[in-house]
Structures are given as C-alpha cells and as structure tokens.
C-alpha cells in the first residue's frame, strides 16, 4: 500500500547529488533513483515541470517507475505564473496542461501554481486566473493549488476566492512565506521547509509527532499531502520516511 489514511508524504524532486550515498544506496543507477524513491515514499512533488516543458512520453515514463498508490503532484509553468497581468495566462496554462500529465492517469496528483513572493493579490486579476484553470482534461480531474508567497493574499477575501473556485492553498512552516493557521480547500497541501542539518531525521521526534498528528486531523476530511521541501534539504527522505513510520507505513519490497 503506497499511501496511509489518505496520507501522502514525499520531497521534491529525486535527483539530488547529497542524496546520493545517503538516502540512495551506494552505487544505485541514476536512472533507478526515481523507482527506489518511489519505494520508499509514497508521494513526489516534481519540480523540473516549473522551469522547462516536457512531453507525454515523460510523464508516462515517470508513472510506470513508481508502485500503484503512488501519487506526483508537480509545480506548473512559471510562465503562466510569473507575470504582471495572470489574466494573460491561458494560452501558457494550456500548453501545460496540453503537454501530457494526465497521461500519468491515477498516479497524477494535485498540480501547484507558485506565484512570486512579490506577487501581490489583486482579486479582480487573480480571480481572472482561476478561471482559466480547467477543471478536468479527458476524464481526469484536475486539483490545482495555490503557491501564494505575498502576505496580502493571507484575507478571508481571497480565502472565499478559492473555494468559489474549488482550489486548494499551500501551507507551510517557512518563516520565509506567509501561510493560514491551517490548509485551505479541498485537499491539504503542506510544503514542510525547516529541515535542521543537526537532526538526524530533519525535524525532531516531538515535531514529527506533531506533524503526523496534524496530517491525520487533516486526512480525516480530505486528501493530504506533506512534502518536506527545504530547509536542510539533504535530511528531506529522512524526515519523510520518519513521518511515514509513524503512520504505520513501511517501504515496498525493492
């Protein structure tokens, strides 16, 4: 079983040099990276899809290297999010969603908007965004979430915003960005950013058992995802396979 109550817990991406000897065992195959992380976690956020295209042949791939149950979520192109007017986005937003990831069929996740922490909220603008985020693609429906990173998005007008539109809203411990008390919207979406180099597991036991608390609380009503992202990213698969552990979770035979 590659989830736990509803619970998907993973890091982002799984090429990383530190990782390699450490969480990776020593002399695997770069190319058999993803299917051991597959493995031994039960979600990946992807990454790469932020900053360059790929094509459908790559998602198919990326869904056959992992175990059925396993779940990738993926941030979106930053062209359609890294601009002044977002109302503008829907030819960008099309060619992403055109480009083939729900040709990963049940193992694709919800898909992550990251705004710019300067993007500020401006309902009229934004509100025109989330309109042109489509709702399914074939058969599949879409889960899109929102990476906002700006402090002014933090109202309940922008809360009420999103769950006009059915879309979720990242939370995160970072003291970098600004985040609600608790997820918002249909699934709950952690990215977990205050990994400590001088912890084994990142995180301390008490905080992993506060964490794996809360993710239960949360699953209890919908999806959960909690990605442990950065911070001291070498120690993100320990911290990972930690929380797992403590939702009873074991890795899949190799």
Sequence with gaps: MSSKNGIHVGVGGWTFEPWRDNFYPKGLAHARELAYAARHLTAIEINGTYYSGFKPEHFRKWAGEAPEGFVFSMKATRFATNRKLLATAGDSIKRFIDSGPTE????????????????KFEPEDFEAFLELLPKKEGSHVLRHVMDVRHPSFVVPEYQAMAKKHGVSTVFTDSDKYPSFEEPDGPVAYARLMMAQADEATGYPSKSLDEWTKRAKTWAAKRDTFVFFINGAKEKAPA?????????????APD
């Design 239 to 251: 911290a990972a396979g930690a929380l797992l552990e403590r939702l009873g979770w074991s890795p």
């Design 104 to 119: 990963m069929g049940d193992r694709l996740g919800p898909i992550v908007w990251q705004f710019m922490p300067t993007k």
